[in-house]
């Protein structure tokens, strides 16, 4: 249970720190007033644990505080101004209903007199719905960088910054450059192309479009209406590139492997299918996280102890904090943390709870082989996210575990 309870004064302070502007401090001085509880009903092995969390916490608060503070991308002093900047794509076309979005990770920008000087900050560019770029490809824009608007009470400006992005480009004049970088988002983004591709001449519409969407999270085909309809059944993450996804292949794969193979080799190619599931949904960092996590739980499983996989699962979550802490601010590292943790901590409890209740009321024999595990997981992760989901969107589904 240490490195869990060190997880959570990490996480503590980074949540009192962002989400309640506390001090940095805070939880760490929590920590260090419990020591003499921990003395006293633990002995001395609870005052070092208590002692190692305080250190912990102080180290995340601090950690925080400092992301928080960084100086902004020299790219925010251009906002309202007209530029003439060079950079690379640094995302896949993010389509609207005539538009495709595209972020820009700006490298230089045209001083005076022409001169061109090195800038660091991103800018989401809104071009015309058949512009065709990719991750790497290298572009010059002319336009005015403007401030993200408000959407509703969502400070939409504040969610961009803290990504790096400073400002927005309406329909600038663009050129794209023969030269690109390569990169593994922009192999990824090639298959997903050739995989739509092939899905548009296999499959007519709507099933196109929510294959493409529950492959590898285009749903930009799909209809408005369609999509409503998924949100409202809470499955709206079986359309998005998100830790639900991974989780369902993994729990999948795995479930499959055992039929021809023990537990501890099975872990073998569910891995392969989940990470071949990652590279082709695309190699983000919420999808590699959730990929991360996926791997964690297959391995607990393996060795007979998934309750197990809650310390690597707190060692993973300071690991990835304390080199990205602006991670911890993103639904989808929230998500999956979460939904792994309630894997580990509840999925037994739920597994045995609904095979007892089977078996005292003679349904076991009715029920397929791997349905109360595939249920089991389902309550699990829901349980766990759900409060989440409801503070980030405002609504849960009820029937969401069901379907």
């Not at 090195?118 to 058949?130: A, E, M, S, V």
């Not at 607990?300 to 300071?318: M, T």
Request: proline share 6%.
């Amino acid at each position: 249970m240490a490195i869990p309870l060190l997880a959570a004064a990490w996480l503590a302070a980074f949540a009192v720190v962002g989400a309640l502007s506390g001090p940095w401090w805070l939880v760490g001085a929590w920590c260090g007033l419990l020591l003499p509880v921990g003395a006293i009903t633990r002995g001395r092995g609870g005052a070092i644990l208590l002692g190692a969390a305080a250190v912990t916490a102080l180290a995340g608060g601090w950690r925080f505080s400092e992301w928080q503070e960084r100086p902004l991308p020299g790219l925010a002093a251009y906002t309202g101004q007209a530029v003439l900047a060079e950079g690379l794509i640094d995302s896949e076309a993010d389509p609207g209903r005539t538009t495709a979005r595209f972020r820009l990770r700006v490298e230089r920008v045209a001083g005076p007199g022409g001169a061109w000087l090195p800038i660091d900050g991103k800018l989401i560019l809104t071009l015309n719905q058949y512009a065709e770029l990719l991750p790497g490809d290298r572009v010059r824009v002319r336009g005015t960088i403007e401030a993200p608007e408000p959407i509703g009470g969502f400070d939409y400006g504040s969610y961009l910054l803290q990504r790096g992005i400073t400002g927005t480009m309406l329909f600038p004049v663009i050129e794209r450059e023969d030269n690109f970088t390569w990169s593994l988002d922009r192999a990824a983004a090639v298959a997903r192309n050739r995989l739509e591709r092939a899905l548009d001449r296999s499959l007519p519409e709507p099933e196109s479009s929510l294959a493409a969407g529950i492959a590898f999270g285009r749903d930009g085909g799909m209809s408005r209406e369609v999509v409503d309809d998924f949100r409202e059944s809470g499955l709206a993450h079986i359309v998005a590139v998100s830790g639900a996804n991974v989780a369902v292949v993994a729990a999948m794969a795995f479930w499959l492997a055992t039929r021809v193979m023990r537990r501890q080799l099975a872990i073998v190619p569910a891995a392969l299918v989940v990470a071949a599931y990652v590279v082709t949904a695309g190699p983000s960092a919420s999808v590699t996280r959730a990929g991360l996590m996926a791997g964690i739980y297959l391995v607990g499983l393996a060795i007979g102890h998934p309750q197990a996989g809650l310390a690597a699962l707190g060692a993973a979550a300071i690991g990835m904090t304390a080199i990205q802490p602006g991670a911890a601010t993103d639904v989808g590292f929230q998500l999956s943390m979460a939904a792994t943790a309630g894997l580990f901590a509840f999925a037994p409890w739920l597994r045995s709870a609904l095979s007892t209740i089977a078996q005292r009321t003679g349904a076991l024999a009715l029920i397929p082989p791997g349905l109360i595990e595939v249920f089991a997981l389902s309550l699990a992760a829901t349980a766990a996210t759900t409060p989440i989901v409801w503070t980030t969107f405002g609504r849960i589904s009820l029937v969401g575990p069901f379907v």
